[in-house]
């Protein structure tokens, strides 16, 4: 579904003559840094950097640095889901990543982050929720996700959503030993660092946002590019390439056409970028440059 709300704003300020250079070059297809429109600045992926956690992850996209780690706890299922786990994504702005964040600055930011990994992750069965089920109807898994930004450099989106399919892949769960029936059911839960399994993360989408700029569009824009968009799409893609999710934002309309445009586009983007980091994933590499 296409949801409109209002674009967030950032703190970087430029004057009329800087604006139009950089929606010219962009509509140049290229832009400041030399880049066309649909090339990423060089993403960073590290996982297993966080200690006391299932999995961890940070990634780096320019200047924008983002952790991201999963801690898993034994809860109560839901009624209404008796036989799937559960998971509670948190975003935190660090007030140190940017000056727009000081303050109470960083609540509408995170709030809008915040929401982009949650459709990304319901509008599908992303994780196989099914999997975090102890015991059907009494106890299942809890992941608790923790999402960090210690510096932004623009496309906090589409970074966390990198750091985090990252952190998922990463994540170990030790096995759970049931005994008992009823009120007198026991749960053991190893401590063997051995005995563990992994989530699937075979269906864990990426998020590619795609700005709006002048008459054209671009993907990983810079805060100085942001600052000259009219709005912005979030497109939420699966491993295959289907469109699992996606967004608009902002107060710019956007036409029809152009919006299919950048819709195939975020989804040619997106295959390459999860090809690309499922192969440095399934080869445990602790440190990756995409």
């Not at 940017?98 to 990994?117: D, K, M, N, T, Y």
């Not at 299942?140 to 996700?145: R, Y």
């Not at 445009?261 to 970028?273: F, L, N, Q, T």
């Amino acid at each position: 579904a296409v949801v409109s709300t209002q674009s967030t704003g950032n703190s970087i300020k430029l004057s009329s003559a800087e604006r139009k250079f950089i929606i010219d070059s962009i509509e140049d297809d290229f832009r400041v840094d030399g880049r066309t429109c649909e090339d990423y600045r060089q993403i960073e992926v590290e996982t297993r950097n966080l200690p006391n956690t299932n999995g961890s992850s940070r990634c780096r996209i320019g200047k924008t640095e983002v952790l991201v780690g999963v801690k898993a706890e034994v809860v109560d299922v839901d009624l209404h889901n008796p036989k799937k786990g559960k998971i509670n994504i948190a975003v935190d702005c660090s007030a140190t990543a940017s000056p727009q964040f000081a303050g109470r600055g960083s609540e509408i930011v995170e709030q809008e982050i915040l929401s982009v990994l949650n459709l990304l992750y319901s509008s599908i069965d992303a994780l196989k929720l099914q999997d975090l089920c102890i015991v059907k109807g009494e106890s299942c898994w809890l992941l608790n996700i923790d999402v960090l930004y210690v510096q932004c450099g623009g496309n906090m989106f589409d970074a966390a959503s990198i750091a985090l399919k990252a952190a998922l892949h990463s994540t170990t769960m030790p096995n759970v030993t049931v005994s008992g029936e009823g009120i007198e059911m026991e749960l053991e839960i190893s401590d063997d660092p051995f005995e563990v399994w992994k989530l699937d993360t075979s269906m864990c989408p990426i998020c590619i946002t795609l700005y709006q700029e002048g008459e054209s569009f671009a993907v990983d824009v810079t805060e100085e590019e942001s600052e000259c968009s009219t709005g912005y799409v979030h497109v939420g893609v699966l491993p295959s390439g289907e469109v699992s999710a996606m967004e608009k934002c902002g107060a710019g309309n956007m036409d029809p056409i152009a919006l299919l445009e950048m819709i195939d586009a975020a989804v040619r983007i997106g295959e390459k970028i999860h090809k690309q980091l499922d192969s440095h994933l399934i080869a445990e590499s602790t440190t990756a440059t995409l």
